[in-house]
């Protein structure tokens, strides 16, 4: 997204103008509820928490902070607490304790169906699987390289050195999306 | 310098900055991450690439919702409307009829009214929702633009590339010069600028016949567009450390780094 665009949501919002959420639920609702459905794999969860995250976004607007981090990160920050929460109240309710260490998420049933799960698998089929598995471990599990390491059953070193190759790879493929972008727009 | 160039490499291998980008993070880490992020250019930058990164694999992991979150939400955020008001009673049925006579007219032309405001803000929020879109095209299409023209010129075969190095106090800089000299164009590119004492500044010249020309003084990291007319004509390209805003004689005792161009036939 556009710094303008970004801009112009976080300014509707603070008006409490109803399409700041419009453009909210628009151009980041989907990275968000990914992020919801990634971490609880449920779908009927994953509804309830991308509801609860906009209005804690639209009621707590006051509290964002530019210089501080991008609107998205801001965002992205809110919707994994909120999921996070909600996997602690059910890890709670079930006793199961299937913690990784003593600050991560909890896999509960898979609920997703088989489309689902095609679905996501070709939005990020152009990643390798080991690459999917070190860029999960941080940007949706919260690991440090350490923990992540040990997850996933690997030397520091390797995760490292994947861990850089993927946002190699992921840097590719943002550039393969401009191109992409700029083509379509042009022809 | 190599201490704290090992701090800032030991604190961006922790995974610390990692887990403050997706909120992860305690109230004393966040004052942790925050003071490296303010002291230190580099981990800026890697906290900004990193929110480049998480932005890009969660689009890449996005899901569309189902369409009946957002109404709920819309509605959910909607103003309250006001209380409908209420009437007291009269007298005798006639001033009551009368009363209910006027009131249904009053309700008719108040809901024609209602539905012709209605109808005119629906058509006000429209069009001013279209602008800012279009505006936001606009903005975003010419940006494009720019980009294109920057990458086309940097890209193009003639284009002479000149990679200026230095250090300055074991922090690295790297300025990018691009000349193309059939085209008369000529810019940099700033990759690294290491801080200055206060009062100070860089300032790039150009080697004309032994006298030094200026060409810009670098004081942040914008890409500049420099004088091709004296790089056609130059030897050399230099930077120096001058008063802040520059200096009208370059003092070659603070040079910091120097290429020799290769545009001399």
């Known amino acids: ?187 | 310098m190599k201490i704290e160039n090992q701090h800032i490499e030991e604190f961006l291998q922790s995974g610390l900055l990692d887990r403050y980008v997706i909120g992860d993070t305690s109230d004393g880490e966040n004052i942790e991450v925050e003071n490296m992020i303010a002291q230190h250019p580099e981990v800026q930058s890697a906290y900004n690439q990193l929110q480049d990164e998480l932005y890009l694999y969660a689009n890449l992991n996005a899901v569309t919702p189902p369409e009946y979150i957002k109404e709920q939400l819309l509605n959910k955020v909607l103003p309250l409307k006001e209380d409908e008001s209420h009437y007291g009673n009269h007298e005798n049925w006639l001033s009551i009829a009368a009363a209910i006579v006027a009131l249904l007219a009053l309700s008719g032309l108040g809901y024609l009214y209602q539905q012709n405001s209605g109808l005119k803000q629906e058509i006000v929020e429209t069009t001013t929702q279209f602008e800012n879109l279009e505006r936001d095209y606009e903005l975003n299409d010419s940006q494009k633009r720019i980009l294109e023209l920057r990458l086309a010129f940097i890209e193009a075969g003639d284009t002479e590339k000149y990679l200026m190095r230095g250090y300055i106090k074991d922090e690295p800089l790297r300025v990018i010069a691009y000349y193309n000299q059939p085209a008369g164009k000529a810019q940099i590119e700033i990759a690294a600028l290491p801080p200055l004492e206060a009062g100070q500044d860089y300032q790039l010249w150009a080697d004309v016949d032994g006298e030094m020309v200026s060409l810009a003084v670098l004081n942040d990291l914008k890409p500049k567009t420099i004088s091709a007319e004296i790089l056609k004509k130059a030897s050399d390209l230099n930077i120096t450390i001058e008063k802040a805003g520059g200096s009208k004689q370059a003092s070659v005792e603070n040079l910091v780094s120097s290429i020799p161009l290769n545009t001399i036939p």
Not at chain 1, 54 to 63: Q, V
Not at chain 1, 88 to 113: A, H, M
Not at chain 1, 161 to 178: D, F
Request: hydrophobic letters at 35%.
């Open chain 1, 1 to 187: 997204m556009t710094p303008i665009l970004e801009q112009h949501i976080v300014e509707l919002i603070k008006q409490n103008d109803q399409r700041g959420m419009s453009l909210l639920y628009e151009h980041y609702g989907p990275a968000l509820y990914g992020c919801a459905l990634k971490l609880t794999k449920d779908k009927d969860a994953s509804n309830d928490i991308l509801q609860d995250a906009l209005l804690k976004i639209w009621n707590n607007n006051s509290s964002y902070n530019p210089k501080k981090a991008k609107f998205f990160t801001w965002c992205y920050g809110i919707t994994r607490n909120t999921t996070i929460d909600y996997l602690r109240k059910v890890q709670k309710k079930q006793s199961k304790e299937i913690q990784i260490k003593d600050r991560d998420v909890y896999p509960i049933e898979d609920t997703l169906n088989q489309d689902d799960k095609e679905s996501l698998k070709r939005q990020i089929n152009t990643l390798d699987t080991k690459y999917i598995s070190v860029l999960d471990s941080v940007f949706y599990k919260g690991m440090t390289h350490m923990e992540a390491a040990d997850y996933l059953d690997i030397p520091l070193g390797t995760f490292k050195t994947r861990m850089r190759a993927a946002l190699s790879e992921l840097r590719a493929i943002n550039k393969g999306i401009t191109v992409l972008l700029w083509f379509l727009m042009t022809s």
